[in-house]
């Protein structure tokens, strides 16, 4: 009866964790794509209240470029992870770029959408030369995604050849 229980509890524990991994990332694409989205329509910085001048020392005369960049690498592209994680699905391309081949794909990106997004403050830190409590929250929404999907019996979840 105990082991019933036991092995109930690990499987509760790991669907919460799986879902948890989940939301973070569909968390991370929703405001990347309301973010990036705004930028490319509105280039000047406009409806975000962003003046252009937090550019003058970056190599951008406009939002457009971080925009896209924002809207694609951080919007889309965890969201596309978040359903690979959901669906467990075989991705021939998406295969040929995971590098830990002992790993579904899903995973592997799901740790690449985390250092994107913690890269990405980074560099729009550095660029702006400031630092804004979205920032900070940004890099801790990366920070949780790596420990999520670092946590083992996810790891294990997502190991090739795992049930």
Not at 26 to 43: K, N
Not at 154 to 160: L, M, P
Request: hydrophobic share 55%; aromatic share 10%.
């Amino acid at each position: 009866m105990i082991g019933v229980i036991q092995g109930e509890s690990i499987r509760v524990h790991l669907c919460s964790m799986r879902a948890l991994l989940i939301t973070l990332l569909v968390f991370l694409g929703i405001g990347a794509i309301a973010g990036g989205g705004l930028l490319i329509l509105a280039p000047d910085g406009a409806l975000l209240g962003m003046p252009l001048s937090v550019l003058e020392k970056s190599p951008f005369t406009n939002f457009r470029v971080p925009g896209i960049i924002l809207f694609l690498v951080l919007g889309l592209f965890p969201l596309i992870v978040a359903i690979g994680l959901l669906k467990k699905k075989h991705a021939a391309l998406a295969e040929k770029l995971n590098l830990l081949p002992d790993m579904h794909w899903s995973w592997t990106f799901s740790l690449y959408a985390a250092f994107a997004d913690i890269l990405w403050i980074q560099f729009q830190m550095q660029l702006i030369q400031s630092v804004s409590w979205l920032h900070t929250s940004y890099v801790f929404l990366g920070l949780a995604i790596l420990i999520t999907a670092l946590m083992p019996q996810v790891r294990n979840f997502y190991r090739k050849n795992a049930p």
